[in-house]
């Protein structure tokens, strides 16, 4: 079993929506599409009031080369261009459409029929990867494409798959492996293609046993697919955690895995990547684990992009007592502030917090125990730095490497006297990039 | 022998501290740093609270800055105000410019009860954090977080929060218009303003950009943009850039006539006699 060294916690899995196939929530009267549902600059949409849509059509364009294309997830008429609040309430550019019927684009193979054999070259699958606006779904919604442009001078030994699944409750990851596994692996085979590399390492969480053998038996198959299992510890499925625990390399501060010849990429994203390269079907639909502690029903859906969360909030009924609603898990996802807002790309789960458990406790003084520290998978102090950023102390922040933190949150899950480390943290980190940005113009 | 070694060693630190003497006369003499005696002069006078308020680090740059320059033009000290520059122009030996005493005044008044909360936030006190989260309590993405950022950088204990409203209030006594306020508040809603005859000012209590109808949903005193005040003020002071109206304090002639044209209650006056919705909120908070 596999695991890297630094840090890491183990907080309680609570992964109770395990046994829950993936059920397809039913298509939205109406939808609304943000143009931001990634990370990068917004794509600029191409369609007006009045225009008719097909599923799968494109509706937004990326114009600059951090951007994603946005599709049409439903088939209608476009009703208005217009910002809308997004769930943190701040008004953004979005596409509503009002569905008609459920007409796809002809070019999209809607059979269910696997497709194995990959007929397109490399250029051709990385062209195909960015013209489907698939984007990364294990949360931080990188455009994928932009992972495959691979500087000449760098060689990819490992495409390094995440199926770790470590932040609690949620279970889209675990259910994809466990019913769209075949279909994961062949996704994996075009991004063996795309990059060039020799080999692809998947690592799955210890307590996902039966998606481990289930993605062993089928890799057997695969000479160049190999199935790690790894030990259940948060943040296993961060980016530099996870090549450290499958290949045991170390990506130098600052810099991007493909300096130590890596790719890594989320299992949902794969399988996003056999539908855009095998069948053309643009990314249109996102993976959502409803669940909580007593949540009336735990489910996993199936949802198109656009949809109302609201909507699925009435459908599955919030329960009493619910303090905050979490979107993409309880460490590092996000409270919404508003629910009349919609779903986007990789947004992963919608949690119902109990109001017990969602209340934060009373911030007392720093007792020195170093269980931040001990935390800190970056090898970070942070304590330090929340006191740095909390007295705006930014080139300083700098020095004690503020930007290598990866706010996985782990220093203040442990933290005793239930000190707001990360929220200070993540201020530092924000006012210490822009501070490096400007420094360098 | 004893005696001796007493004697000895006094005799011999007593050459040692002569020597030394001697050297650090003649080092002090050579490289003597010929500073102006001004500076020391200047830093006298100025606050020594080096608030940073002038863009200087402290009060001593400062000092040093305006003897270098040989004049204060452009470089004013807001803690010391008039006086201070005053004094300054005096050691210089120059004729000061008068500049306008001002004050930092809050352009929001989405308090609890004008902007009902939607949310609620229980995260860090921290209004860097909270507006990097999401748009408020109010969903008001323009409005005062309340978390008291500004309340926490002003170093003269010039801005509390006021527990009823959840709004920063402004000690007028206290305020020394540093600014530095005005740059800690992440959504610019603090302003450094002309004190005004008296204390009175007229200002736009708002900095919601969205249109009319998206403003209004979260707050009810919330600037439409319908432009009543432009129209209504005969000294061209009020203009009105992205559905929000700004009154320009130096064309300003605290006529109020736009105050009471205001159809969403958006300008405030202060320090005038009549009672005014401001007054009610202060005293509430004096009680307190």
Known sequence: MKTFKIGGIHPEENK???????????????????????????????????????????????????????????????????????????????????????????????????????????????????????????????????????????????????????????????????????????????????????????????????????????????????????????????????????????????????????????????????EAVQKNKPLIETYTTISGKRAKTLKNYKIRLGTSISEVLSTVGIPENTGKIVSGGPMMGKAIANINSYFVKGMSSLLFIDESESKRGVVEECIRCGKCVTACPMGLEPYLLYALATRADYEECEKHGIMNCIECGSCQYGCPAFRPLLDMIRVGKNKTGYMIRTRNK | MTGNVIIDAAILLGIVGLTAAIILYFVSKVFKVIEDPRIDEIAAVLPGANCGGCGYPGCRTLAEAIVKAGSIEGIFCPVGGEKTAQKIADILGISAASAEPKIAVIRCNGSCENAPAKSFYDSTLSCAFAHSLFAGESACAYGCLGCGDCAAACKFNAIYIDKLTKLPVIVEEACVACGICVTTCPRNIIELRNRGKNGKRVYVTCRNQEKGAWAKKNCNVACIGCGKCAKACQFEAITLTNNLAYIDYTKCKLCKKCVSECPTQAITAVNFPAPKKEKIEVSTTSEE
């Open chain 1, 16 to 274: 109770l929506a395990k046994e829950e196939a993936i059920e397809v929530f039913p298509i939205p009267k109406q939808v609304t599409l943000f143009v931001t549902q990634h990370l990068g600059a917004p794509s600029t949409p191409i369609v007006q009031a009045g225009d008719k849509v097909k599923v799968g059509q494109l509706v937004a364009t990326a114009q600059t080369l951090v951007c994603a294309n946005l599709h049409s997830p439903v088939s209608g008429t476009v009703v208005k261009v217009e910002p809308v609040p997004d769930m943190t309430g701040y008004r953004k550019l979005a596409i509503t459409i009002d569905v008609e019927d459920d007409i796809w684009e002809e070019t999209i193979d809607t059979t269910s029929e696997i497709r194995k054999e990959i007929t397109l070259t490399k250029p051709e699958i990385i062209e195909r990867i960015k013209a489907c606006g698939v984007v990364g779904l294990g949360g931080a919604c990188f455009p994928t494409h932009v992972k495959y442009m691979i500087p000449p001078d760098k060689k990819v030994d490992y495409i390094i798959i995440n199926g770790a699944e470590c932040e609690p409750y949620i279970t889209t990851d675990h259910r994809i492996m466990l019913e769209n596994g075949e279909e994961c692996l062949i996704g994996v085979q075009a991004l063996l293609i795309a990059s060039g590399a020799p080999e692809a390492r998947i690592g799955i969480e210890a307590n996902k046993p039966d998606a481990f053998e289930h993605l062993q038996r089928l890799a057997s198959q695969y000479p160049n697919i190999k199935v790690f299992k790894l030990k259940t510890k948060y943040p296993q499925g961060a980016e530099k955690q996870l090549i450290k625990s499958l290949t045991g390399r170390e990506v130098p501060n600052g810099k991007l895995p493909i300096e130590v010849g890596c790719i890594v990429n989320n299992i949902t994203t794969t399988y996003a990547i056999y």
